[in-house]
């Protein structure tokens, strides 16, 4: 963990530029104005939100696959972390869409995605909640995870197919055709400050699931060998 | 032993259980009646409103009735500890799990023919004109239903409030399922009845997806 200082320093230096970028250097967007700036956080939720989830899906696989217990820390802490983003990145949309669309929410292709994303992660979170053995908690978990992971791109095409059957009142007036190239550049440091912000908090989430991994053993060995605890302890590292 | 016939077996016996008590039958026919008759006291069920309304709602009932009716499917093993035995048999855990999806598929199909019919009724739409691409329809979503919610009710029968697991794991996976189901539905009980070839394809990629799914994890799944 000794880059975790540096990170840190990074992603504050990051999210700083990146929230003065957007506010006051970011040109002024022609139909929307100031609402608009939400954007450059919002985007970056989703982008967090998507490499967590990913991250995820590999790490289900990787247990699966392997059987190393790394890989279920990981899954659990991609998972957390990308509902995580994905409750700021909808409710940043909700803020947003009030104003920009005069309504708090549509049915639209990518909300809907986003929100049966939001609950088949949470509800990935209470499955692991409720199986107490962890290897079979883990293989279980990843089972389902795979098919979360499987069914958003589903979801997205059903939705988009219905959609476009029945044009929803609002269309999506964001900053689709062309940016402006100063915008775009303001739009690279806040997706970037959101991801660095968003390792950093997955890598300490795995550091805490590793920690609890590690007292969990240390517990059943000071129940069965209670002589080996005292050696366990002294070797633990302080961290 | 192919898999094909383990599966065959399974089905047999799932089958035979089933139809010595046919508790399970009777309990989702009723619930599943029981719901599109409560739905009926929230909103007015005229010819008209009832087409805007019904596909969505004869699915919902279908969906619901599934999640509570695939929950014994492997709640009832894990309980009887009879999960181990079909371990231990010498067959591939993928017909084990076949078996299961294929008797499921059964029962709520025999849940939707007992229905649809009261449903027309009761709400006043005629299904008789478009029954064989109903009946496309209605396979293939009972088909995806059956296949995810099987492989979702092992999972839950390993875990603590396995009964309300089950719905809340199975009906955010069933989103585009849903979507689909009711969509055609709606388009052949219109009153120019057609059928986008779209939702078809959907229901079908839905059923493609997921059982492939479940026969590459299959072995994980039902490993001990």
Known sequence: MKARIPLTVLAAGLMSVAGYAALFIAPDERTMHE????????????????????????????????????????????AEVGVASCTAGLITGVLWGKP?????????????????????????????????????????????GIFAFLDAPLVYVSNRLWRTQHPAPVLLGGANSGLDPTMGRVLMISVSAMLTMMLIVLADRYRLERLRHELDELRVAGETRPGELVSALAKAPRN | MSTARAAAILLEKELRLEFRT??????????????????????????????????????????????????????????????????????????????????????????????????????????????????????????????????????AAHARMRELLLPLL??????????????????LLAPQPGLERGWLALLAGFDIVFLTASWLLSDFLLEE
């Open chain 1, 35 to 78: 609402i608009q700036r939400i954007f450059y956080f919002h985007l970056g939720c989703w982008s967090a939100m998507f490499t967590a989830l990913t991250i995820t899906f590999v790490a289900n696989i990787g247990w699966l696959l392997t059987r190393r217990p790394q890989w279920d820390w990981l899954s659990v802490s991609g």
């Open chain 1, 100 to 144: 920009a669309w005069g309504i708090w929410w549509t049915w639209d292709a990518r909300l809907t995605t986003c929100f049966v994303l939001w609950l088949l992660y949470v509800s990935y979170l209470i499955l692991r909640g409720l199986i107490e053995d962890p290897g079979r908690r883990a293989t279980l978990s990843a089972v389902f």
């Open chain 2, 22 to 155: 046919r508790e399970l039958l009777n309990a989702t026919i009723v619930f599943a009646l029981v719901v599109v008759v409560l739905f009926s006291f929230s909103f007015d069920p005229t010819s008209a409103e009832s087409r805007r309304i019904g596909p969505g709602l004869l699915w919902i009932a279908f969906l619901f009735s599934g999640s509570l009716m695939l929950h014994p499917s492997f709640g009832r093993e894990q309980a009887n500890q009879t999960l181990d035995a079909l371990r231990m048999a010498p067959i591939s855990p993928f017909a084990l799990l076949l078996g299961k999806m294929l008797a499921n598929f059964l029962f709520l199909s025999a849940a939707e023919i007992v229905l649809i019919p009261v449903f027309a009724v009761l709400y006043n739409v005629s299904v008789l004109a478009v029954a064989g691409r109903f009946a496309v329809v209605l396979i293939l979503g009972t088909l995806g239903l059956c296949a995810t919610g099987t492989v979702l009710s092992v999972i």
């Open chain 2, 170 to 187: 199975l009906l955010p996976i069933l989103t585009p399922l849903l979507i689909a189901a009711v969509e055609a539905t709606a388009s």
